[in-house]
């Protein structure tokens, strides 16, 4: 067929599935407004991907995989949906130690609030060489609940929460059998409230509540390398977003006469991420994968808070400040996947990730720390035109430790001490489903498992 014939086929057959996609978007994104994410960053993009801990997921495989890298949407045949349900099932307690000020009050329950996080990819091939792609997603987040009155509470106390909601248009070209390239453009909508006490002043407490919603936008990019039938590599970039947020700073008790209580803003500077991958074939049955993957945490810096007039927000005369200033992030991963028969492909992997807050600068609202991943999923093909993955992770966190007092540097001391420690582990369960609108085309005979995929 020429490819002009191949093209209007394609885009006849094809209206009703675009139709119903853009419908499928729509939902998700009401979805996720409800949703609740687990952690500042959320990884949690693909049960095909987590399913081995990440690993090769820049390289392709899945729809999944253009939130990684856009290029990989030239892997995917027709027009396709990818829709992902995670549930995150974090728990961190936090326990006060000498030295805080405020130690009779005690420490919490488990902080971290349960999440479940939506995702959906469409890609359509429209041309032979040519694919356009959207993926909805929610890559930053976090969710915790405090008690009011405990022995951190300047640190964090009430519930505080990000939430993103992130729509990325892509375009994919195969310019051979060996490159292809993509690019897209990220346009993302952050939804934020940050609670938090105060030192006590006046004979009572005060608490701080800053909270609003804003627009950022980006891009991505990425490219695919095929040397040779058994060997792929990827390499993704997405690019940092500045996330505004524009809404209104309240400070209530004996503080709230000394404070600029009203409209406020300030930007969070959210980092880029460069991800490298490789998938290689070994056998009929089997391929190992790996990523590398870099995040550049430290532009977030510090963030400003300011007045509608642009001057600082204050409380008794001082700046109010988020001072983040995390380093940047690393993530290394390896996994295998096992074609069990024509129907199931097992997977499993293990990953390393360096967390970008150290102990000079975390406090209870983020009390991240380095980890280790252990994972293990599969995919079912049920019939020519869907399959379904399914994904199970368990996260151990390192031992961590707070420490914020005149002497820890910590930039975040108020003039109020607090030291503890945080016992911290995760379990992910993802699901998902994918869907092939147009009909398959029959595969070719397998010529060996050099030839054959």
């Known amino acids: 067929m020429a490819q002009e014939e191949w093209g209007l086929a394609m885009s006849f057959r094809g209206l009703k599935a675009i139709l119903l996609a853009c419908g499928g978007v729509g939902a998700l994104i009401a979805a996720t407004a409800d949703a609740n994410a687990g952690g500042f960053a959320i990884r949690e993009q693909s049960a095909w991907g987590q399913g081995m801990s990440y690993a090769g997921v820049a390289a392709g495989g899945s729809s999944s995989a253009m939130f990684w890298n856009p290029a990989t949407m030239t892997q995917i045949p027709g027009l396709q949906s990818n829709s992902i349900l995670t549930g995150i099932l974090p728990s961190s307690t936090n326990t006060p130690g000498a030295g805080s000020a405020l130690g009779g009050l005690g420490g919490t329950s488990n902080i971290a609030k349960d999440a479940l996080v939506p995702a959906g ?107 040779t039938p058994t060997t792929t590599i990827g390499l993704g970039y997405r690019s940092a977003v500045n996330q505004k947020i524009n809404g209104t700073m309240t400070v209530v008790g004996n503080l709230a006469a000394l404070s600029t209580n009203g409209s406020a803003s300030t930007t969070l500077d959210l980092p880029d991420v460069v991800s490298l991958g490789l998938k290689q074939r070994v056998g009929p049955q089997w391929t190992l994968l790996g990523t590398v993957e870099w995040t550049n945490w430290s532009r977030i810096g510090t963030s400003t808070v300011a007045q509608a007039s642009g001057a600082p927000a204050t409380i008794a005369g001082t700046a109010v400040t988020l001072p983040f200033q995390f380093q940047d992030g690393w993530f290394f991963s390896v996994g295998a996947e096992y074609q069990w028969n024509d129907r199931l492909t097992v997977r499993a992997g293990a990953a390393y990730e360096k967390s970008p807050i150290t102990d000079q600068v975390r406090i209870p609202i983020l009390p991240d720390n380095d980890r280790y991943w252990l994972s293990l999923g599969g995919t079912y093909q049920l019939t020519p035109k869907i399959s379904f993955d399914a994904a199970y992770s368990h996260v151990f966190v390192n031992n961590t430790s707070i420490n914020i007092t005149a002497t820890s540097g910590n930039p975040w001391f108020d003039g109020t001490s607090y030291v503890g420690s945080i016992d911290s582990h995760i379990d992910i369960i993802s699901v998902a489903m994918h869907y092939r609108w147009d009909e398959p085309e029959a595969p070719p005979p397998k010529q060996g498992y050099f030839k054959a995929k």
């Open 121 to 227: 990819y469409y890609t359509w091939q429209f041309r032979p060489d040519m694919w356009v792609g959207l993926a909805v997603t929610s890559p930053f987040g976090l969710s915790v609940t405090f008690p009011d009155m405990w022995a951190g509470r300047d640190y964090g106390a009430n519930g505080t929460s990000l939430t993103t909601y992130n729509a990325t248009p892509s375009f994919a070209w195969r310019i051979n059998d060996m490159i292809s390239v993509g690019l897209g453009v990220q346009i993302q909508y952050g939804d934020a409230k940050l609670n938090k006490g105060l030192p006590f002043f006046g004979g009572g407490f005060s608490d701080f509540s800053l909270e609003g919603t804003g627009w950022g936008y980006g891009f991505t990019a990425g490219v695919t390398v095929t040397p």
